[in-house]
Every structure is written in structure tokens, then in C-alpha cells.
């Protein structure tokens, strides 16, 4: 991946600079190819020193299909989830839903995003939208969605 150092913490938040263009595409390919390459299962799958759990919060938000690229403006970039559906407890009897049709590993690409049954129309969540609870739901393909 050229220059690109995912075992360096700082270098977490770029392959979601592509949100910030016309190319989030982009985002979803390198964020797959980061998890597929860079991490396993093994018990030396993190592919940098593990500084307070840094290399494995970004595997997990990613996995999730999110990540905090700045962490102060309460906004979390889109990437595209590893699994069918994830829960995340949030307490009170409230939950935050995370669904994607992965149907195999080829689908990474985001074709839209429904937020409580809503189409997403930007590459972000709020922390607010996750912590009010509800449904995220990713539609993905195996190929880059045309605009």
C-alpha cells in the first residue's frame, strides 16, 4: 500500500480521507483491503504495536462499519461493515442495530446507507444519532455504485 503505515496510530484516519471527496468508494475498497491484509486471528494479527488499544479500536469500529476520524467534532466516516449485523448495547433498554447484506467477501462497496429506515445522503454518523439509538443499514455491492 506505498507509504501507508497502518501499525503507525497517526496513520489510522486516512484511508477515510476519501470521504472528504467525490470518491468514498475509495474509503470502502482500502478499509477492506486494510482488515483483509494487515490483521488476523492469530495471535500476532495486529500489524503494529498495540498503544492502549489503538490498532485494535480501529479494527473493531471498522469492522462496525464506522470509524471517529476526528474524535472532537462527534462524527463518525462511513466505511463498510465486515458482518451481516452487529448490536451495540447502549444501556436503558436501548441498542444501536448495525445491518449490511455481506453476502461474501466481495461485497464492500456502499450502494446507500438507511439510518432508522431514512436514506443517509453523507458519509458520516453522528455519536448522537448512535447514542439516540436505532437502525443502521448498509446496502453494499460488489461493485463501485455509479453516482
Known amino acids: 500500500m506505498g507509504q ?10 486516512v484511508a477515510y480521507l476519501f470521504n472528504y471527496t467525490d470518491t468514498p468508494y475509495k474509503t470502502q475498497y ?6 483483509r491484509e494487515l490483521y488476523t486471528d492469530r495471535p500476532d494479527g495486529i500489524c ?5 488499544g489503538q490498532m ?8 462496525m462499519g464506522f470509524y471517529p476520524v476526528n474524535p472532537s467534532d462527534g462524527k ?5 461493515p465486515l458482518f451481516k449485523k452487529v448490536t451495540i448495547k447502549l444501556g436503558q433498554d436501548r441498542k444501536f442495530v448495525i445491518q449490511a447484506n455481506r453476502e461474501n467477501d466481495r461485497y464492500i462497496y456502499v450502494k446507500e446507507v438507511l439510518l432508522n ?8 454518523i453522528t455519536h ?6 436505532g437502525k443502521l443499514e448498509f446496502v453494499l455491492t460488489p461493485e463501485i455504485p455509479q453516482k
Not at 4 to 13: I, K, L, M, T, V
Not at 30 to 35: E, G
Not at 56 to 63: D, L, P, R, T
Open 117 to 124: 429506515g431514512d436514506k443517509l445522503d453523507r458519509t458520516w
Open 76 to 80: 463518525y466516516q462511513l466505511g463498510t
Open 30 to 35: 482500502y478499509v477492506d483491503k486494510i482488515r
Open 128 to 133: 448522537d444519532e448512535i447514542m439516540n439509538g
Open 4 to 13: 501507508y503505515a497502518q501499525g503507525n496510530e497517526p496513520s489510522h484516519h
Open 56 to 63: 485494535s479500536a480501529w479494527y473493531i469500529f471498522s469492522a
Open 48 to 52: 503494529g504495536n498495540e498503544d492502549c
